[in-house]
């Protein structure tokens, strides 16, 4: 199985379908798992990996394990999220210039592909922030922008704000989405559509919630996100005792008995096949994991499939979008840009 590539929005880059996140590289995997798992992506044809400069030692060990063999991948790093001090955090121009620089050092390269702002920054002008990304994109340290975690208007005054300027483009978000997960349906995903942008989902699986391993019961399974101490345990058994998400994770098995698929397949082929969706951001702990997640792509879900899914995991619109959806203007027309057509490697 060969991962197909898509555009990412409008840049002229082309990104495998399914993209890898490293957050559990150095924390839930070994350093000698994480080579693993970076191989076994690498074979498949994946070509776009996902790190912060705030997961632990994951730009780290992305530096090691890619040595001489950089150029095969699109790297994409963060910055805002604090590492210490009352400038360590946001995106000013002076913590942007000291985040890339350490990100660049620990990954061992010369360049970022994709650099995203990890989030909003109330207390940095836009502009500040923008105009120091350009910088870095001219001067060669970043070869293309993007934002995780803004809201509709955020994003809409980024991309405002650049344009105006003449500064380097948003090409990407990062957002969470899932089945457990669909908020971005409302504003963001209609926002990337209409603009372009890629859309490059994390967390896809709930954190593991998704992929059957997790009853409704307080009985939780050894080995797992709910029962390590990670950055991530509080937002998985927060997940856990949310009994909408185990319903829908129910659905998840029941589609994967119908059709022979695991339950993480079901659940990431909903989501790659999505309008507007570009590559959701796989997250494995081990190489079992990433191969069962990796047999995600290269088939489609029947209809009847995906409305049920669609269905159980429903969300309230809420006003101004639920008004347009009945007595808004010409919804039978689609004006947005239509995304271009897959392209299979060669
Ligand atoms: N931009 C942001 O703010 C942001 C935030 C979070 C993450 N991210 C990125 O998104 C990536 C993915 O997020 P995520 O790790 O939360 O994704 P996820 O796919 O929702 O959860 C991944 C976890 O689920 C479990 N799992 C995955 N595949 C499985 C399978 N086939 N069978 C059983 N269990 C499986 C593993 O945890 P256990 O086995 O330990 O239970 C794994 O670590 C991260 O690596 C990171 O790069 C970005």
């Given amino acids: 199985m060969t991962l197909a590539y898509r555009p990412l929005g409008h840049s002229g880059l082309q990104v495998s379908e399914l993209a890898l996140g490293t957050v559990t590289f150095g924390r839930e995997a070994s350093e000698a798992d994480s080579r693993l798992i970076l191989d076994r ?7 776009l990996v996902d790190t912060a400069n705030v997961y ?10 890619l040595r001489g063999r950089r150029s095969r991948v699109l790297l994409a790093t963060k910055v805002g999220q604090p590492v210490g001090g009352p400038n360590g955090e946001g995106v000013s121009r002076r913590h942007i210039h000291e985040a890339i620089d350490s ?3 620990r990954l061992d390269t010369d360049w970022i592909d994709l650099y995203h702002i990890h ?4 207390a ?6 923008l105009s120091t990304l350009n910088d870095l994109v001219r001067t060669g340290k970043v070869r293309y922008l993007g934002v995780s975690n803004f809201a509709g208007w955020q994003l809409a005054k980024a991309i405002g704000v650049a344009a105006r300027a003449g500064w380097e483009p948003i090409v990407s978000l990062t957002p969470q989405y ?6 971005v349906e409302r504003e963001l995903l209609p926002a990337c559509r209409s603009e372009g942008v890629a859309v490059l989902p994390w967390s896809p699986l709930g954190g593991g919630i998704l992929t059957g391993k997790y009853g409704p019961g307080p009985d939780l399974p050894a080995d797992t996100r709910a029962t390590g101490w990670t950055n991530n345990t509080a937002s998985m058994l927060r997940r856990l005792q949310d009994e909408r998400n185990h319903v829908i994770a129910d659905v998840v098995k029941q589609v994967a008995g119908d059709t022979g698929h695991s339950p993480a397949q079901v659940a990431l082929n909903w989501l790659l096949h999505r309008d507007g969706v570009t590559a959701p951001i796989l997250g494995a702990r081990t190489v079992a994991q990433l191969e069962d997640n990796l047999g995600a792509a290269g088939w489609s879900l029947d209809p009847e499939h995906v409305t049920s899914l ?3 995991s429903q969300i309230a619109l809420g006003y101004p979008y639920d008004w347009d959806a009945s007595y808004g203007i010409r919804q039978g027309s689609k004006p947005d840009r239509a995304f271009e057509p897959e392209r299979t490697a060669p």
């Fill in 103 to 105: 990100s660049l050092r």
């Fill in 310 to 312: 669609d269905d159980a």
């Fill in 178 to 183: 899932s089945l457990v997960e669909r908020g």
């Fill in 119 to 122: 989030c909003w920054d109330p």
């Fill in 124 to 129: 940095t002008p836009l502009e500040e922030t």
């Fill in 56 to 65: 632990g030692v994951s730009e780290d060990i992305l530096g090691r394990v």
């Fill in 41 to 47: 992506f690498l074979d498949a044809g994946g070509n």
